[in-house]
């Protein structure tokens, strides 16, 4: 749907983009500097977009056969043959940048793209070269997500017609570089870039046209026969664009990989800045000189930009990116993502198989068909970004903020005391700044060292930099060797580390940094001492000081109250047995935590809809306002009617197979106000939708009730019916972020219900409702199957998941409670099973509640300990999301058409317009409210089965431990965080929230 009405607002002439985004200003060159239209300096930090319209072989793992855009395209025909083969490159198109890799990039911190462009995806190779939709339908829609996240675009012409290199990083049709061996190549790599000066004549979220990328290799001899021709041809394609653009920015590259600058010898237009690309490839790493472009920046006054860096480890790029900045000038990573790879932002999973297609491009001996299909069809799925593996070390290095692993011989470059004190300033550097006076020897390598230390000697230092996100504490620890005494300083705080001896790493107490730039200086103090690494490591805002502690206890009137909390943190000795303790440990983390909240039903709405005002305004704040209630961000919507509505319906007439009478005519009245409110107050909320039955004239048993099976002629029109709904419901202003196949596929009921069995489930899934959304543009919906309780969670989880086809589909695994209903307890070993068996898929639990309402038993305390238990062990297990059942009920438990009614965290009494909150509400609240959206489980301890414990790290780095105690007994235990404890009371029968 995005992408249509992105493609609908593009306007394709000089007027630029409309679209409705933040605005960015031109920019332009002044003097050595690039600034914006308000005169203000923008360093341009960046990533590539590399293997997306140019395929690069490195980058799928092939070898010399399968090197270069034409040769890889050349295996994917024989695997796939022609047709499939030409689907498959619009598909990988399509999904390998969307509108989710913009967002994240934006979101990380960088400020432009650089999008390697195919001449041959935007312009015809013969006769009457015409120019081609796709590549430019593509550019637009990068645009208009960079111009709405606030990202300027560097056009880079990666491949021109013809070659500029004959290398594999071009599309040279004959490894040659043809565009300046035959005219008629540099003639239509004018009309091209004419074409898109033309294009985006006006939009400013385009920074600069990058003319031809990395021109004319010295080692083919192509520098050599060519290189005369590449300015003359420089000036040439400036004059004819700038008859149609007066405003964008140039970058031009020198020959031989952008890096040779003899050909500058002086500036052919006044808004053009230079360009080289730089990757360190030695062993041991080596901090290449840059110094020769630092002279003729300043020698030509002219703004310097790194358009390709890279291709390493976090080491070189903390080192590089600080280099250039120091030095004024900007950069662009390459690329964001590649395949198996840990030194790129994201990494692409190879499909199950790879290896036998990467085995073709170096023997010609490829996968059977079948398998091929398979394969390719996995690679499109996992080239996503939500399916790819993110490393946040690699970011943090380029970006130099915090948590990272600093190596010590990445010290700043300001220079003799400024960056660096030591005594004898004559000797230099064994390895990596070899022009410099500080000790830098290599200490061999390894998964724990990066190959260098620097020595320091009784009063000799160096300083770093270093960037931290907000104020607040962070874990230090370092590594090192020798005889002497080190002290770390930042922000006039000291600890100091004792050398004894062989290489240690050592755990230091916490420091405080403060939002932004720090100096972290090292000294040592006393003796010789060899530093390997600082590793900073996630944030504890409070870790020493006073506590926040919220309870809601049995027999009291506490209710998520907040309670004076103990302020005396002591160093704890080896616990014995007899200690009651619980243990934290935040360098150790599990699962990302998404959301928490419940079901917003038709009973829930039409509840609602029955309240005062001001009522409505109460239930909306308690439920959904974060500060002021408990903060819910997540909640479920039934797909047509449900036990919990008032009445039976469908959104489809009998027998309308092609769902022309569709209609959202019921959810109108109440729901769909409803959940808007909700949203609206909650700030935004993650929905997905569920259904309990299909239409009964798609059934076996003609009837939406008791059970029955989904007719096979209609498993495509059920398919069809989701993307329906969700197509309704976004033009209603609802998005839908994930869908359920069916509530609850193995239980027959009096209301609502349907039977799928594993194997039915996982052949619709794979067979229909996967690919119809994936052909609909919905690719981003997640699909959480089974849906059900966790008694048969394994045997649906593997049933699914062994299938590749399915599995490519299946985000994660929902869930419910209620296999209590035997007289078990709640299954959370199979929770677990499934989350060691299948790590990649997410566990979302998507149903529960307490049956059989009675207002007698609203006030019964093991309502809310229900909660407490199984949601504590659920995030235990690895869930990232939990829904309750209905936000709302009334005072009898319903609306319910069949009688089923329950109980609900909050009831309303119509009749008197008030709200009954249940203990259960504030049981949810106790990790609703203090969990945020992002938070990461954390290790968490404890040695007594009376008390349970779960803890959570929030990304603003504040720890969130939950304690439940559901026995009679009071228990004082000591919390303990990085060597110190505090110690706290847990009364009986209640649920705290501790906040450090």
């Known amino acids: 749907m995005l992408l249509k009405k992105l493609s609908i607002l593009i306007m394709f002439a000089c007027s630029g983009l409309v679209v409705s985004a933040q605005t960015l200003s031109f920019l332009h060159v002044e003097n050595q500097d690039i600034v914006n239209e308000q005169g203000q300096k923008v360093l341009l930090r960046g990533v590539g977009l590399g293997n997306w319209l140019l395929p690069e072989g490195y980058m799928w793992k092939f070898g010399n056969e399968g090197d ?15 047709n499939k083969a030409k689907e498959f490159w619009t598909q990988f198109r399509k999904n390998y940048i969307t509108e989710a890799d913009i967002r994240r990039i934006a979101e990380l911190g960088y400020n432009s793209v650089r999008p390697a462009l195919n001449a041959r995806l935007f312009m015809e190779e013969t006769k009457p070269y015409n120019f081609v939709n796709e590549g430019f339908e593509l550019l637009d829609n990068l645009i208009a997500w960079c111009k709405k996240y ?33 005219p008629q190549n540099q003639e239509l790599l004018v009309k091209l870039w004419v074409k898109i000066a033309r294009r985006y004549c006006n939009e400013p979220t385009v920074a600069a046209y990058d003319l031809l990328n990395e021109p004319l ?40 990989w952008a890096n040779n600058w003899s050909i500058f010898t002086k500036i052919p237009d006044k808004n053009t800045f230079l360009q080289f690309h730089y990757y360190c490839w030695d062993n041991p790493d080596n901090l290449n000189d840059i110094s020769h472009y630092v002279a003729r920046q300043h020698e030509l006054n002219v703004p310097v930009w790194v358009g390709e860096t890279g291709e390493r480890n976090s080491t070189i790029y903390y080192a590089t990116t ?78 130099r903020r915090l948590p990272l692993k600093l190596e010590a011989e990445n010290y700043g470059h300001d220079g003799y005391g400024r960056s660096y004190v030591v005594r004898d300033t004559t000797v230099r550097a064994a390895t990596y700044r070899k022009r410099e006076p500080v000790r830098i020897e290599s200490v061999g390598s390894g998964r724990r060292t990066s190959g260098q230390a620097v020595t320091l000697a009784d009063g000799e230092w160096t300083a770093y930099a270093i960037n931290s996100p907000t104020a607040q504490k962070w874990h230090v620890a370092v590594r090192i060797r020798g005889f002497g005494q080190l002290r770390l300083s930042v922000n006039g705080q000291s600890v100091t580390a004792e050398a004894t001896g062989e290489w240690t790493e050592m755990q230091l107490p916490l420091l405080d940094f403060s939002a932004g730039i720090n100096e972290l200086r090292a000294e040592a103090v006393r003796g010789e001492v060899q530093i390997d690494w600082f590793n900073i490591d996630r944030p504890v805002t409070a870790a020493a000081g006073t506590p926040q502690i919220f309870v809601t206890a049995k027999d009291t009137e506490l209710r998520l109250s907040e309670i004076a909390a103990p302020t005396e943190w002591r160093h704890y000795r080896q616990p014995t047995e007899r200690d009651v303790f619980v243990w934290l440990d935040p360098q150790n983390t599990f699962q990302t935590v998404i959301g928490i909240g419940g079901a917003l039903t038709d009973a829930a709405a039409e509840t609602f809809a029955k309240l005062p005002k001001a009522a409505q305004q109460e239930f909306l704040t308690a439920c959904f306002d974060r500060e002021k209630g408990i903060g819910y961000n997540f909640g479920r919507i039934n797909i047509a009617s449900c036990d919990f509505s008032s009445d039976t319906y469908a959104y489809v007439a009998d027998n309308d197979s092609l769902l022309e009478t569709f209609s959202l005519a019921h959810d109108e009245k109440y729901k769909i106000p409803f959940i808007k409110a909700a949203s609206v107050t909650a700030g935004g909320l993650r929905l997905f939708a569920s259904p ?49 196949p069916q509530n609850e596929p193995m239980a ?84 677990k099973l499934v989350a060691d068996v299948f790590p990649d898929k997410a566990l979302v639990f998507t149903e529960g509640c307490a049956e059989t309402f009675n207002m007698k038993n609203v006030n019964n305390w093991r309502l809310g300990e229900r909660y407490g238990y199984s949601m504590l062990n659920d995030f235990n297990c690895g869930t990232v999301a939990w829904t309750d059942w209905n936000v709302l009920l009334d005072e009898q438990g319903g609306p319910n058409h069949v009688g089923n009614f329950c109980f609900a965290p909050l009831h309303a009494d119509t009749k008197t317009g008030k709200l009954l909150y249940t203990n259960s509400y504030y049981y949810i609240g106790h990790f609703s409210k203090f969990i945020r959206e992002g938070a990461v489980r954390i290790a968490c301890s404890a040695n007594r089965d009376k008390i349970q414990t779960t803890a959570f790290l929030n990304p603003d780095g504040q ?3 939950i304690v439940l105690n559901t026995s009679d007994d009071r228990i004082a235990f000591n919390l303990c965080l990085f060597g110190k404890a505090v110690t706290v009371e847990s ?5 705290m929230s501790i906040l450090l």
Request: glycine share 8%; with cysteine.
């Open 748 to 831: 027959t009921q009096k209301w609502e219900s349907c039977i799928f069995t594993a194997e039915d489930e996982r052949d619709f899934i794979k067979g229909y409702l996967g690919p119809t959304l994936l052909r609909s543009g919905l690719r981003n919906t997640r699909i959480i199957a089974w849906d059900h309780n966790r008694d048969l969670l394994y045997q649906r989880a593997s049933v699914l998941l062994n299938d590749p086809v399915a599995a490519r589909y299946i985000w994660g695994i929902g869930f419910h409670w209620y296999e209590t209903w035997t007289g078990s307890d709640m299954q959370f070993d199979n929770l």
């Open 217 to 256: 290799p010295e080692r083919t001899g192509a520098a050599d026969q060519h290189k005369d021709k590449l300015m003359p041809l420089y000036e040439r394609l400036i004059k004819e664009i700038r008859k149609v653009d007066k405003k964008h920015m140039f970058t031009l590259e020198g020959y031989n």
């Open 150 to 182: 606030g990202l300027y675009v560097i056009i880079d012409m990666h491949g021109a017609p013809g070659g500029q290199t004959g290398q594999n990083i071009d599309d040279s049709p004959n490894d040659l570089p043809e565009l300046f061996s035959k």
């Open 68 to 82: 270069r855009p034409r040769k890889i395209e050349a295996i994917v025909t024989a695997h796939l043959g022609p």
């Open 987 to 991: 009364r009986p029968h209640s649920i």
């Open 692 to 740: 309990w039955s299909p239409p009964a004239w798609m059934k076996d048993n003609n009837d939406l009730l008791h059970g029955g099976r989904l007719l096979d002629r209609y498993r495509q029109t059920w398919a069809n019916h989701f993307v329906k709904f969700i197509r309704e419901y976004e033009a209603s202003g609802i998005p839908i972020w994930g869908i359920t």
């Open 959 to 961: 720890i969130v431990l």
């Open 322 to 399: 600080q280099y250039f900045e120091k030095n004024n000038i900007g950069w662009s990573f390459w690329p964001w993502k590649k395949m198996d790879t840990t030194n790129t932002p994201y990494s692409i999973k190879s499909p199950a198989g790879w290896q036998a297609v990467a085995e073709y491009s170096r023997n010609g001996r490829g996968a059977t068909a079948p398998d091929a299909e398979r394969i390719f069809a996995e690679l499109l799925e996992n080239i996503k970004l939500e399916n790819c593996v993110y490393y946040p070390d690699v970011v943090n290095a380029m970006l």
